[in-house]
């Protein structure tokens, strides 16, 4: 694959991956922080996060608390197969991406279509979520049933299949598992439920415009937790992943 046709993400792996083919980057070294990289190739730091991920994922880089990333494989010679990312693999802030484009279309939609059955369904999957997070659980299942539950409301098979398809990707995505797997603090899930009850209250007053910067909104604040909670300079932050195999987790 031509390097001008890889996404974001993979073009800076690819890169980095270069560098240390070449040994500019030596076994043990530590790698400059995510901004260097950023100003560097001239993108995101959620991009460069990506990327480290995908190179972790390889074998290649280990993250370690409060401290950073360091080399400890070279391309070829990893110490373990990368059996790990797919070629269509997603990057998972590309992918909040691309949710909270489609997403706070179809909620202004589903504010226009909702019927009182629809309200009544929306309000016992938020009463779940309530509850299980009461119970300590993260309330992932009810979390996926809102959203997608807001699709069906559109009536639209389209949009019902590509919310469900955005959610096959994080279910199934290894870059999703590894940038959630050591994520051990799960407040954060109480202001989900607090954005999902905003969302049900502009579709329940059928205002669209409302219910669009609601799930704008929501979905923003997801993409700036999860860039928070998985800081690698962040002293409490424990890595990306687990040493064994990572447990599957989502938003």
């Known amino acids: 694959m031509e390097e001008n046709s890889l996404r974001s993400y993979k073009k800076i792996g690819e890169l980095l991956k270069q560098d240390l083919s070449r040994n500019v980057y030596k076994i043990g070294e530590r790698l400059p922080p995510e901004r260097d990289f950023a100003e560097q190739f001239g993108v995101s730091r959620t991009v460069i996060r990506e990327a480290i991920i995908m190179l972790e994922l390889e074998g290649l880089v ?5 401290s950073g990333v360091y080399v400890i494989g070279l391309p070829n010679q990893q110490r373990q197969p990368a059996p790990y990312i797919e070629s269509d693999d997603i990057g998972p802030f590309e992918l909040l991406q691309a949710r909270q484009l489609l997403e706070s279309g179809i909620a202004e939609f589903a504010a226009i279509q909702a ?3 629809d309200i009544i369904s929306l309000r016992n999957i938020l009463r779940r979520e309530r509850e299980n997070l009461q119970l300590g659980s993260q309330g992932y299942v009810e979390d ?17 299949r590509m919310q469900k398809c955005l959610w096959e990707y994080r279910t199934n995505s290894p870059m999703w598992k590894g940038l959630h797997a050591r994520i051990s603090n799960f407040d954060y899930r109480k202001q989900w439920l607090f954005d999902h009850e905003s969302i ?9 415009a409302l219910a669009r910067k609601a799930m704008w909104q929501h979905l923003e604040n997801v993409k700036q937790k999860l860039f928070e909670l998985s800081d690698i300079d962040d002293p409490n932050f424990d890595g990306y992943l687990f040493n064994s195999s990572p447990v599957v987790v989502g938003l």
Do not use: M, W, Y
Not at 62 to 66: A, C, I, N, Q
Not at 144 to 159: D, G, R, S, Y
């Open 200 to 208: 049900l209250n502009a579709i329940q007053r059928k205002d669209p």
């Open 115 to 117: 019927s009182r059955n």
């Open 144 to 160: 996926e049933e809102f959203h997608c539950t807001i699709a069906e409301i559109t009536q639209n098979e389209v949009l019902i």
């Open 62 to 66: 280990e993250v370690k608390k409060g």
